[in-house]
Nanobody, 122 residues
Framework: QVQLVESGGGLVQAGGSLRLSCAASGRTFSSYAMGWFRQAPGKERKFVSAINWIGSVTYYADSVKGRFTISRDNAKNTLYLQMNSLKPEDTAVYYC???????????????WGQGTQVTVSS
């Protein structure tokens, strides 16, 4: 089992920045690839970004490429998502997830956090 807890969400104006964190406990964090997903009200959960176990491979959805940066600190058992140049359409609940590889589909991830709300005002 891996327990994941997101933090860092909040309300920010368009053009602003936020950094999300995902603290992991339980089984070895560094054994897993990690991903970020987001879900807006009334919409399906969508892939945002993923990173491999050591942080050498990253992948981004086109909608966030160049604005968001995923990273991890295995010594601190923590995953991050730096979000810059935020837009109102980035508003959603953001979830971190642990899985076997750098994949973009939610069912392939084994463990999920409870989510953190990000709201971007125009």
């Amino acid at each position: 089992q891996v327990q994941l807890v997101e933090s860092g969400g909040g309300l920010v104006q368009a053009g602003g920045s936020l950094r999300l964190s995902c603290a992991a406990s339980g089984r070895t964090f560094s054994s897993y690839a990690m991903g970020w997903f987001r879900q807006a009200p009334g919409k399906e959960r969508k892939f945002v970004s993923a990173i491999n176990w050591i942080g050498s491979v990253t992948y981004y959805a086109d909608s966030v490429k160049g604005r968001f940066t995923i990273s991890r600190d295995n010594a601190k058992n923590t995953l991050y998502l730096q979000m810059n140049s935020l837009k109102p359409e980035d508003t959603a609940v953001y979830y971190c997830a642990a899985g076997p590889g750098v994949v973009t589909t939610a069912p392939e991830y084994d463990y999920w956090g409870q989510g953190t709300q990000v709201t971007v005002s125009s």
